[in-house]
C-alpha cells in the first residue's frame, strides 16, 4: 500500500494500480470512455485527465491521463484543478463534434454513459456548426441494432469483441481519418458474446434489438434481481418489465459467477415469457378423449381434490428448471418415496454422482471467476461454448495467466491492456480440450484431442496417472494419447492454479472420475487445483440434492404399484425419455396433473392443467454448478390465472386437508419447513433477507424513482391509480415507494439491489458505486451461498471404472450427443431471435466412415437407435472421430434418443415412408 494525495487529501491505495481505478474505487467522480474495468487501459480517448503535481510546492504540474498512470507513494494529483476539468470539457465537445442530435430517440437515450459524462464535465454547448461525419449501418442479426454516426471511436467494441471473446467477423476498419467498427459484410455476429457490446458501448452505436420491438424507456422498467436459467452457471442478470411484458435482460454483476458479462443465449432467450404458447387458463378434461376446456382456478383444484382423494398413489415428477421450493413443495405433497427426478435417466445419474464428487473431494468446486484466473486448465468431454457458454469466455482469459509473467518482468502493470498484449505477442498458457469434435474454443487451445466419450475418459486416467503413480493407470493406451497426456500432466504440475473442466454433456460417468482423479492427483503433489463441472439445466443440482428416484422408477411404479395420478412439474417429459416408454406410461396412469408454463407434448397429456409462472413471474432458488444457491425475485405479477408452482402445489395441500404449519403459506415458511427436513440446505435461508426485511421501515422498490405513467397506464379501468399488487413474499415492493439504493448512503443488502443506479450515473457503469472496489466484489459481498462445502484435507480414494480402449463395430456407429447453443435448451428455443440461429438437424459422420458406409454430402440417412428410427440429413466433418457420429441434442423436431448409444445409418431407401423429424 501507498499514500497518494487526491486533492490535498490523503488516500491509502495499491501500489501500481492506475489512478481511475483508484479515484472510482473511492467514490470520486472522473469521466472516462475507452477504459473499462474488465479490459483495462488503452488510454485512447484522453477523459481521464488529472493535473499531476511533484510535490506538496508545485503550482503548476501537468496533465496526464488517469487510466495510464499508476499510483507510487507520495504521488499528488487534483481532479478538480480548472486546467484538468477544462480539458476534460474540451474532450467531450470534440467527441461531441459529429455526434448526432438524437438523445429523445435514440435507445440509449436515459442510460447513456455518454450523456452521464458529458453532463459531469459541464459541458453543455456545442460550438461545431458544420457537416457531420456519417455512417451506413449494418445489419447484425436478431440481438443487436447498429447505429455507427453514434461511435466516438472510444475502441472499446472491438477490443472486447477480438481481444476478449475471441470472435473474427468484427473489427475496427480506417481509412485516413475515419474509422468504422463493424462487419465487412452485413451478416449476423457470430460471437456467441457479440450482446455484451450493447452493455461495453458508451453510447447508442449497439442497442439491443429485441427490446426496440416492444421498447419503453429504461425509468419505466421494473425490476428486480434474477438468475438465468438457460445453463447449469447460475449468471445474474436484471430482467425487466412494463405492461406485464418482460422487456430485456441485462447482465448483473457477481464477482464469482458472470462478473461483468452474460453469453447470448441467456441475454436474449428472455422472450419465451411472452410466447404464445404460454398457459394462461388453469384447464381440464372431463375424459381422456376430451379436448381441453378452461375452468377457474377453484374448479381445477377440485378436480385436483377428486383426483388425489380416491387414487391408491399419487407420484410426483419434479424438474431441473424448477425452483428448489416449488420441486420441495411437490416433494412435501407426494412424499419423499413418491417423489422422482423429472431429469433424463442419466442425467439423473450423473449429477448424482457429481453431488458425490464435491462432497468427497477436499477441493470445492470452482468459481467461474477462479476458471479465469487459473492458469492451466483441461477440459474433458465439454463443448463449453454450446453447453455453458460463460465457462469458454473464462477460459479464454485463463490463457492469459501464465503469459503475464513476460509483462510482470517487463514492470508492464496487467492492467495497462495494450501493453501487456504487445509483450506478450501470441504466447497462450496451457489449455488443453479433449472432445467428440471441433469447438469455437480450438483455436486458444494447446492442443485438441478429438475421441469418442470412452478414449476422453481414459486420456484423463491417464493424465492423473502420469501426474502421481498412485492414480488407477488405463491400459492399451496408443502412443499418441500417452504422448499427450505426458505433455498435459507436466503442464499441469508446473501451474500455479489448474483447473479441470467436465461434465455430464457426454453422458459418460467414466469421463467426471477421470477429472476427479486429475484434480486429486494434483493435489496429491500439493498444487491447489480445483474441478468445474457443467451440468444439464439450471437446477440440475438442485433437484438431485433432494435425493428423488430414477425418472424409470417412476415408470416401474407406475406399471406395477397401483398409481392412480401424477402430478408433473414443469417439464415436458418427451425431452427426457423414449416417446414409447411415455406413451406406456400415460397409459398406466388414470389421473395426470401438469404444472407448467408452456404448452408442450406433457402438457397435452394432462387432464388438469395448471398455469405455471416463469422466472420473471416467481421467487425461488436455484442452485448452480458449483453448489451456489441463488435467489431470483418476482419481477412483476403474472396475469390471469399464472401462479408460482408452489403456490399452486400448496392449494393443493390445502385442498387435501394436509396438516402444514401455518408458516408454510408463505415462502419463508416453505424455505423454513425445507431447512427443517434437510438441515444440509441451511444456506438457502441465508442467501437474501426474508420477506420481514426493511430498512428505514421501507421496503425496497422495484420501480425507479423516475418510474411514470402508473395512472396513464389503467385509464381504460379507472383514472385513479389502483393501489400496488402486494409482495408477502420478499422485501421489494411492486412500486417506486420504498427505501431507494443511492450510493453513498445505506444500501440494502446485494441480493435486493433491483438495479444499480447512482446520482449521475444512470448507465451500466453506475455499478463502480456498489462494489467494494472497481473490479471487486459487491459491497457487503456478492449474492448466494455454496451448498456442499469441502470435506477435511484428506487424500480420498481415486475412481478406477475405466473404460475398455474404444472399439468400433461392423455396419453401426456410435451416436454421441452434440449441443447447439441456440437450439438445445428447451426455453430459449421459443425466443424468435435464437430459433432463427437454430441449426439445422443433421448426423455428423467422419469422412472415411462415409467412404464407408457410401454416403455422400447430399444424402439422407435413415438412422435406427433406441428402437427408433428416423431420417436425417448427413454432414461429414473431419473433427469426428472414425466409429462415431455426431447428433443435436434438444432441437424441437428431434424426438428423445438416449446417446451415447450404438445405431444403424443407412442411406434412406429411395421409397421410404419413414417421416423425417427436421
Given at each position: ?613 416463469t422466472f420473471a413471474e416467481s421467487d425461488g432458488t436455484l442452485v448452480n454448478n458449483e453448489s451456489r444457491a441463488q435467489r431470483y425475485f418476482q419481477v412483476f405479477v ?133 462494489q467494494e472496489e472497481v473490479s471487486g466484489p459487491l459491497i457487503g459481498g456478492d449474492p448466494g451461498k455454496r451448498i456442499i462445502l469441502p470435506p477435511d484435507p484428506e ?124
Open positions: 500500500m501507498v499514500t497518494i494525495y487526491i486533492d490535498g487529501k490523503p488516500y491509502q491505495v495499491d501500489a501500481g494500480q492506475n489512478l481511475l481505478h483508484i479515484c472510482l474505487s473511492m467514490g470520486i467522480n472522473l469521466p472516462y470512455f475507452c477504459w473499462h474495468p474488465a479490459m483495462g487501459s488503452v488510454g485512447a480517448c484522453r477523459q481521464c485527465a488529472v493535473k499531476q503535481f511533484r510535490d506538496e510546492n508545485d503550482t503548476r504540474g501537468r496533465l496526464v491521463m488517469a487510466c495510464m498512470t499508476p499510483a507510487v507513494e507520495g504521488l499528488r494529483i487534483s481532479v478538480q484543478d480548472p486546467q484538468a476539468v477544462e480539458f476534460r470539457a474540451s474532450i467531450i465537445e470534440w467527441l461531441m463534434e459529429n455526434h448526432p442530435h438524437d438523445c429523445p430517440v435514440c435507445d440509449e437515450g436515459g442510460e447513456c454513459h455518454l450523456q452521464d459524462m458529458t453532463v459531469m464535465t459541464g459541458h453543455t454547448y456545442r460550438h461545431y456548426r458544420w457537416k457531420k461525419r456519417t455512417f451506413r449501418n449494418q445489419n447484425l442479426g436478431p440481438f443487436i441494432n447498429h447505429e455507427m454516426n453514434r461511435c466516438i471511436q472510444c475502441y472499446r467494441c472491438v477490443r472486447f469483441y477480438r481481444g476478449f471473446a475471441g470472435g473474427r467477423d468484427f473489427d475496427a476498419f480506417s481509412n485516413h481519418n475515419t474509422v468504422y467498427f463493424g462487419r465487412k459484410t452485413d451478416g449476423v455476429l457470430e460471437s456467441e458474446f457479440s450482446g455484451n457490446l450493447v452493455e461495453v458501448c458508451p453510447t447508442g452505436v449497439f442497442t439491443d434489438k429485441t427490446f426496440r420491438k416492444h421498447y419503453t424507456r429504461k425509468w419505466d422498467l421494473q425490476t428486480a434481481p434474477s438468475v438465468c436459467v438457460n445453463c447449469s452457471l447460475g449468471c445474474n442478470t436484471t430482467p425487466g418489465e412494463r405492461y406485464g411484458q418482460l422487456r430485456r435482460i441485462r447482465n448483473r454483476y457477481n464477482f464469482n459467477v458472470n462478473g461483468y458479462f452474460l453469453c447470448d443465449r441467456g441475454r436474449y432467450g428472455y422472450e419465451f415469457v411472452n410466447s404464445d404458447r404460454r398457459i394462461r387458463q388453469a384447464r381440464l378434461r372431463r375424459n381422456r378423449e376430451a379436448a381441453f376446456e378452461s375452468v377457474a382456478p377453484d374448479e381445477g383444484l377440485q378436480r385436483i381434490k377428486e383426483i388425489v382423494k380416491k387414487s391408491g398413489r399419487t407420484i410426483g415428477i419434479g424438474s431441473p428448471r424448477a425452483s428448489l421450493e416449488s420441486n420441495f413443495a411437490l416433494r412435501t405433497l407426494v412424499g419423499p418415496e413418491h417423489f422422482f427426478s423429472g431429469a433424463t435417466v442419466k442425467d439423473h445419474e450423473l449429477v448424482t454422482e457429481a453431488i458425490k464428487i464435491l462432497r468427497d473431494i477436499p477441493s470445492s468446486m470452482a468459481s467461474l471467476h477462479e476458471v479465469e484466473t487459473s492458469d492451466a486448465a483441461l477440459v474433458l468431454g465439454e463443448d463449453v461454448n454450446n453447453v455453458a457458454p460463460m465457462a469458454a469466455y473464462a477460459l479464454r482469459q485463463s490463457v492469459r495467466c501464465k503469459p503475464q509473467a513476460i509483462s510482470q518482468k517487463l514492470k508492464i502493470s496487467d492492467w495497462d491492456d495494450t501493453a501487456a498484449r504487445e509483450a506478450v505477442q501470441d504466447q497462450k498458457g496451457p489449455l488443453y480440450l479433449a472432445t467428440i469434435a471441433d469447438t469455437r474454443l480450438d483455436d486458444m487451445a494447446t492442443r485438441t484431442f478429438h475421441a469418442s466419450p470412452q478414449e476422453i475418459a481414459r486420456l484423463g486416467f491417464a493424465v492423473a496417472h502420469q501426474i502421481s503413480p498412485t492414480a488407477p493407470q488405463p491400459e492399451n493406451l496408443d502412443s499418441a494419447a500417452l504422448e499427450l497426456s505426458k505433455m498435459i500432466a507436466q503442464d499441469l504440475k508446473d501451474a500455479e492454479s489448474p483447473v479441470v473442466v467436465s461434465g455430464c454433456s457426454l453422458e459418460e460417468k467414466s469421463i467426471l472420475y477421470a477429472a476427479a482423479n486429475v484434480v486429486q492427483a494434483l493435489r496429491s503433489i500439493g498444487k491447489p487445483a480445483r474441478l468445474f463441472l457443467t451440468l444439464p439445466e439450471s437446477n440440475s443440482l438442485g433437484l438431485e440434492l433432494l435425493e428423488p428416484g430414477s425418472l424409470n422408477q417412476a415408470f416401474a411404479i407406475a406399471r406395477e404399484d397401483n398409481v392412480e395420478a401424477a402430478i408433473i412439474l414443469e417439464n415436458d417429459l418427451y425431452r427426457r425419455s423414449n416417446p414409447a416408454l411415455l406413451e406406456a406410461f400415460f397409459k398406466s396412469i388414470p389421473s395426470v396433473i401438469v404444472l407448467d408454463s408452456l404448452d408442450n407434448p406433457t402438457a397435452q397429456k394432462a387432464d388438469v392443467l395448471l398455469p405455471a409462472a403474472p396475469q390471469d390465472d399464472i401462479k408460482e408452482s408452489w403456490v399452486w402445489l400448496r392449494a393443493i395441500g390445502d385442498a387435501l386437508g394436509q396438516e402444514e404449519p401455518g408458516a408454510r403459506k408463505t415462502f419463508d415458511g416453505l424455505i423454513a419447513d425445507m431447512v427443517k427436513e434437510l438441515p444440509f440446505l441451511a444456506p438457502v435461508q441465508e442467501i437474501s433477507p426474508a420477506s420481514g426485511f426493511r430498512i428505514a421501515g421501507a421496503k425496497i422498490p422495484r420501480q425507479p424513482h423516475r418510474y411514470s405513467g402508473r395512472t396513464s397506464m389503467h385509464a381504460n379501468v379507472s383514472v385513479h391509480e389502483p393501489q400496488p399488487p402486494q409482495d408477502p413474499d420478499s422485501p421489494l415492493s411492486f412500486s417506486m415507494e420504498g427505501f431507494l439504493a443511492e450510493p453513498p448512503i445505506e444500501q440494502p443488502p446485494a441480493s435486493l439491489i433491483p438495479e444499480f443506479w447512482a446520482p449521475g450515473w444512470n448507465s451500466i457503469q453506475s455499478l463502480n458505486k456498489f487424500q480420498a480414494a481415486y475412481f478406477d471404472e475405466i473404460p475398455e480402449p474404444f472399439a468400433s463395430r461392423a455396419g453401426e456407429l456410435l451416436l454421441a450427443p452434440l449441443y447447439a447453443i441456440y437450439g438445445s435448451e428447451e426455453l430459449s428455443i421459443h425466443t424468435p431471435g435464437e430459433a432463427q440461429l437454430t441449426p439445422p438437424l443433421r448426423l455428423e459422420i467422419n469422412p472415411r466412415d462415409a467412404q464407408q458406409f457410401n454416403l455422400t454430402g447430399e444424402t439422407v440417412l435413415q438412422v435406427s437407435v433406441d428402437s427408433q428410427v428416423f431420417e436425417l440429413p448427413l454432414h461429414i466433418s473431419a473433427s469426428i472421430p472414425e466409429g462415431t457420429a455426431g447428433m443435436i441434442c434438444g432441437l424441437p423436431e428431434m424426438p428423445y434418443v438416449a446417446l451415447p448409444a450404438w445405431g444403424k445409418v443407412t442411406p434412406k431407401p429411395v421409397n421410404s415412408s419413414t417421416e423425417n423429424p427436421g
